[in-house]
T-cell receptor, first 115, second 114 residues
């Protein structure tokens, strides 16, 4: 089944404790992206990756890091989480932007609480 | 930078009522337009999309949307809602720039009362 998976689905942590949220897709998509969802603000892009070893900042990158060492995986790293990073996080993937069909497929979400 | 506005934050309806959710975007060039739905506790699913051609787009579950270029709008409609349509609905725009980024509206929570 074609899908985007994220782990963990729920995480409660404390300020300053480094964490990683994993994202994996099995559709051979070049493009992957991370969004955070906050009430009334919709989804905002954190980072994106056009392909392996190619990443760039989205609209709200502060406090986050990403890496893209393999095509299927795009982990989100919070080196020193703070309470304002409490949010619902979604990973998404799609074919290359060069394609005229650029629907993005979303993972199930990771609800993060930073105390 | 482009932006997307959804006019209603919360909508409460009774079953069989008609639904219309407004969406306006600010971008002067060519856009791809999407409506996503998020059922309680689930991830986003694509309802429908507009890339080009007929401005009246039909999606899944009886939803449709109309692209009105002169008004920069892409409103979502459903003639008769069901309790199972209770969800949050997001309008999104892609301009092909900035790495295939989707710019989302703030979302509209729809509650359908049985």
């Amino acid at each position: 089944e074609a899908q985007v998976t994220q782990n963990p689905r729920y995480l409660i942590t404390v300020t300053g404790k480094k964490l990683t949220v994993t994202c994996s897709q099995n559709m051979n998509h070049e493009y992957m992206s991370w969004y955070r969802q906050d009430p009334g603000l919709g989804l905002r892009q954190i980072y994106y990756s056009m392909n392996v070893e190619v990443t760039d900042k989205g609209d709200v990158p502060e406090g986050y890091k990403v890496s893209r060492k393999e095509k299927r995986n795009f982990p989100l790293i919070l080196e020193s989480p703070s309470p304002n990073q409490t949010s619902l996080y979604f990973c998404a993937s799609s074919l290359s932007r060069a394609s005229s069909y650029n629907e993005q497929f979303f993972g199930p979400g990771t609800r993060l609480t930073v105390l | 930078a482009q932006s997307v506005s959804q006019h209603n934050h919360h909508v409460i309806l009774s079953e069989a009522a008609s639904l219309e959710l407004g969406c306006n975007y600010s971008y002067g060039g060519t856009v791809n337009l999407f409506w996503y739905v998020q059922y309680p506790g689930q991830h986003l699913q694509l309802l429908l999309k507009y890339f080009s051609g007929d401005p009246l787009v039909k999606g899944i579950k009886g939803f449709e949307a109309e692209f009105i270029k002169s008004k920069f709008s892409f409103n979502l409609r459903k003639p008769s809602v069901q309790w199972s349509d209770t969800a949050e609905y997001f309008c999104a725009v892609n301009t092909g720039a900035a790495g295939n980024k989707l710019t989302f509206g703030g979302g509209t929570r729809v509650l359908v009362k049985p």
